[in-house]
């Protein structure tokens, strides 16, 4: 009778040699056919995971196909990978830490690959001996073995190589940060700091700007990891009270995108677009000033859209005699700030902000006028309307209840 023979994995019910050895002959017959097999997984990957697609196709099919044809030897020869077979997959992992990719998608791709090999391993099996397919509960302790090892040898040395990729690059965005706020934007270092980051010294630059307290220095990396999957050039790192970021050669939409997606409704301010590193130091400037705005609506608040509100929040205590409207400390009636924007956002008629409020014009009017009233401001002058809406950006309170749907 023959005797079962403990698996490398550690399975005291694995069939001897001579039941393995259809098994043996499956993995090898589907090793014949390597080329197609690593081109399907690869194409697998790629359409679950379209981060890879800046990835060379060749290189990622190349080492798809020697994954799989050691991991199919393994199989047929009943032994767990070699020394050699995971220091491979730390190369890999390595690799594709250098390339941006993270962490999650290099294991996802790990099990995509060893599902496609399962999948085409039943199929053979189907194919050539129906009865023998059960047998393939066999592999199973073995195969989820190297899919242990290799993937984790792989994440192990992904951490390694981000760990210390991102050391160096947020000490360097860190210095380069500090020379753009300093002005010191002519030095020699600030362009060779630039050129060590990736960015062109004389390209447009765009700055980012979110609080600090959002983005902990131990969770920039996560998000630098993120940002670094778009096309272009971007770096991020903490400053003070804010984390800035600034990129070359990518739209604004998708930095806001990928920020929102780290951290869902996180205020933050966008900087103008702007040529070499004095464009830079005046772009974060232009971040940090709609930053300020951003924090008392929440989302995304651009510069070129909010220039003047932004820039004059800056001077807003000096501006506070001019601007903020003489209630006492009360609040205005929520009902007549509504009537004051929605003339200003309805062309300045009184019977498009009736239509858009669902109220008679009349109404409208009499509220414009008791804005007049209360702030001293004509909101249907032009210094009247610019002054009003210049309060109500810079000086936001709680706006008082309604009390009379009428008036």
Not at 105 to 113: A, E, Q, S, V, Y
Not at 138 to 156: E, G, I, P, Q
Not at 167 to 172: D, F, G, S
Not at 356 to 376: D, I, M, S
Request: hydrophobic share 40%; with cysteine; proline share 5%.
């Amino acid at each position: 009778m023959a005797v079962a023979k403990r698996s490398p994995s550690g399975d005291s019910s694995a069939t001897d040699d001579a039941d393995w050895e259809p098994l043996s002959r499956l993995c090898r017959a589907v090793a014949d056919d390597l080329p197609d097999v690593a081109a399907t997984i690869t194409a697998s990957i790629r359409a679950e995971h379209p981060v890879y697609e800046p990835l060379p196709w060749n290189e990622h099919l190349r080492f798809i196909q020697e994954q799989t044809k050691q991991l199919l030897v393994g199989l047929a020869g009943r032994r767990l990978p070699t020394r050699e077979q995971t220091a491979k997959a730390r190369e890999l992992g390595s690799r594709r830490a250098e390339q941006g990719l993270p962490v999650e998608i290099l294991l996802d791709g790990f099990h995509i690959g060893y599902r496609e090999v399962w999948n085409t391993l039943l199929d053979r099996a189907n194919t050539l001996d129906p009865e023998s397919a059960p047998r393939l509960i066999n592999l199973v302790n073995l195969m989820w073995s190297w899919l242990r090892l290799t993937s984790s040898a792989s994440a192990d040395a992904h951490s390694e190589t981000l760990r210390s990729q991102q050391a160096v690059q947020i000490n360097l965005t860190h210095r380069f940060l500090r020379i753009l706020r300093s002005g010191e934007t002519h030095s020699e270092e600030a362009a060779h700091l630039a050129r060590a980051l990736s960015f062109d010294p004389d390209g447009i630059f765009q700055a980012f700007c979110v609080p600090a307290t959002s983005s902990p220095e131990e969770d920039l990396g996560r998000l630098q990891q993120r940002l670094a999957l778009h096309r272009g050039t971007v770096q991020t790192a903490n400053q003070g009270s804010v984390t800035i970021t600034v990129c070359q050669d990518m739209p604004s939409d998708a930095i806001i995108e990928t920020i929102h997606q780290h951290r869902p409704h996180l205020a933050i301010g966008v900087g103008l677009s702007r040529r070499g590193l004095a464009g830079a130091a005046a772009s974060i400037v232009d971040a940090e000033r709609t930053l300020a705005l951003a924090t008392q609506g929440g989302g995304a608040v651009d510069f070129q859209n909010d220039w003047l509100f932004a820039t004059l929040l800056t001077h807003r205590h000096q501006l506070a005699p001019l601007l903020q409207a003489d209630q006492g400390g009360d609040a205005l009636p929520a009902h007549l700030v509504a009537a004051v924007r929605a003339y200003a956002e309805n062309g300045f008629s009184v019977a498009a902000a009736a239509r858009a409020l669902h109220v008679h014009p009349n109404t409208v009017t009499y509220r414009l006028e008791r804005w007049h009233q209360l702030t001293g401001w004509t909101p249907r002058t032009l210094d009247g309307l610019m002054k009003s809406l210049l309060s109500l950006r810079l000086f936001p309170t709680p706006a008082e209840p309604d009390t009379d749907s009428a008036g």
